[in-house]
Structures are given as structure tokens and as C-alpha cells.
T-cell receptor, first 113, second 111 residues
Framework: EAGVAQSPRYKIIEKRQSVAFWCNPI?????LYWYQQILGQGPKLLIQFQNNGVVDDSQLPKDRFSAERLKGVDSTLKIQPAKLEDSAVYLC???????????FGSGTRLTVV | SQQGEEDPQALSIQEGENATMNCSYKTSINNLQWYRQNSGRGLVHLIL?????REKHSGRLRVTLDTSKKSSSLLITASRAADTASYFCATDNQAGTALIFGKGTTLSVSS
């Protein structure tokens, strides 16, 4: 089966600019997650979707981050305006159900300068 | 908040040796999972062990779970240079809806 697709692979922007990341999960996976991974740390959950509804966005900095999952398939994560501390790898993952592991994409490495 | 915490933070071994990584967590879990991350890549799911299981094997991987001690261990036998990566344990968040990851153990296997 095809994996989780993410784009772009790398992005460099200046602080206060905006950026968007795209994710296409594995076909049939109802649950989609966005994680932020700062260098040297484990992934931190930003938002979780079940189909096109938000299950958990408690750790999403909503003053600058937004995410949507249209039609319960693809998802977009946006940052506006970006700060230096947003420099990280943004990982998208999907899962079939809680009894199975997650499948991660390769991530988008964001550098804010 | 962080649920799982891996130990050691870094581990260096020679090819052919066994590597053991430990994970401790704080609250009750439904299952515990281990993931591998090669440099610059996404995470790859290795193994899932349920709370009612004590041990699980997958190829050269052996995972144990001790719910009374709230701990798990991942053993990689006969390590290879290709096993060089970061290894993360992951457990349920408080709502039981998503995984929380630890900071990981960085394993370096030299030939």
C-alpha cells in the first residue's frame, strides 16, 4: 500500500511569514494526526482528526496554527505568522484504529529564520 | 505532558551485540508501542504490546511489559549497522485517543 505522503519536504521561511504543509494519509485510515518534532525531542501531538472532525487540538497554538481535513482525506496544517521556535519537523501520521500502530510520513522540515 | 521516558538517552554498541532500551510511563495504558526513526525520516512502527501481554517477539526484536512497574523494554538481538536510529516508546494520552512519545534512545551500532 502507498504510504503517508507529505509535502513539501523542506521549507525555509522568515519569521512572521506564513507556511502550509500538506498530508495525504493511507487510503481508508479514518484517523489523521499532526505531530511537531523539535530537534532532539520526541514528537508532540498538535491535532488529531477522526474523518473530518477534530478529536483533540488541545496542544495546537491556535493563535497561529490552524489545520483542516477536507472530506476526511487530505489535511493541511498552516502557521501564520511563524516564529523562530516553530522550527521543527512536522510529521503527519494516520491509523486504522487504536489496535494498530501509526504510519508516519517522512515529514516536513521547517526552518524559520 | 510526557508519558513515556526512555533510558538510556544514548547507546553505542558493536555489531553483533544486543541492545536494550527501557521505557517508563506514569499512568495506566491500553497498549505500548515502539517506533524507530532513522535520521531525517519519519517514524516506523516496530511493535505493539497490549496491557494484558507480558512479552512479544518480532524477528530480532523482543519487547517486555511490566504493568506493575509501569515499564517496558525493547531488546534488539545481534545488532547491525542498519539498526542505527532513534527508538521511541509511545503510550496513550490521558483521553486515550492518541499516542504520546518519549524523548527517545539514540542507538549507534558500529561495524
Amino acid at each position: 500500500e502507498a504510504g503517508v505522503a507529505q509535502s513539501p519536504r523542506y521549507k525555509i521561511i522568515e519569521k512572521r511569514q506564513s507556511v502550509a504543509f500538506w498530508c495525504n494519509p493511507i487510503s481508508g485510515h479514518a484517523t489523521l494526526y499532526w505531530y511537531q518534532q523539535i530537534l532532539g525531542q520526541g514528537p508532540k501531538l498538535l491535532i488529531q482528526f477522526q474523518n473530518n472532525g477534530v478529536v483533540d487540538d488541545s496542544q495546537l497554538p491556535k493563535d497561529r496554527f490552524s489545520a483542516e481535513r477536507l472530506k476526511g482525506v487530505d489535511s493541511t496544517l498552516k502557521i501564520q505568522p511563524a516564529k523562530l521556535e516553530d522550527s521543527a519537523v512536522y510529521l503527519c501520521a494516520s491509523s486504522l484504529d487504536r489496535q494498530n500502530g501509526y504510519t508516519f510520513g517522512s515529514g516536513t522540515r521547517l526552518t524559520v529564520v | 505532558s510526557q508519558q513515556g521516558e526512555e533510558d538510556p538517552q544514548a547507546l553505542s554498541i558493536q555489531e553483533g551485540e544486543n541492545a536494550t532500551m527501557n521505557c517508563s510511563y506514569k499512568t495506566s495504558i491500553n497498549n505500548l508501542q515502539w517506533y524507530r526513526q532513522n535520521s531525517g525520516r519519519g517514524l516506523v512502527h516496530l511493535i505493539l504490546i497490549r496491557s494484558n501481554e507480558r512479552e512479544k517477539h518480532s524477528g530480532r526484536l523482543r519487547v517486555t511489559l511490566d504493568t506493575s512497574k509501569k515499564s517496558s523494554s525493547l531488546l534488539i538481538t545481534a545488532s547491525r549497522a542498519a539498526d542505527t536510529a532513534s527508538y521511541f516508546c509511545a503510550t496513550d494520552n490521558q483521553a486515550g485517543t492518541a499516542l504520546i512519545f518519549g524523548k527517545g534512545t539514540t542507538l549507534s551500532v558500529s561495524s
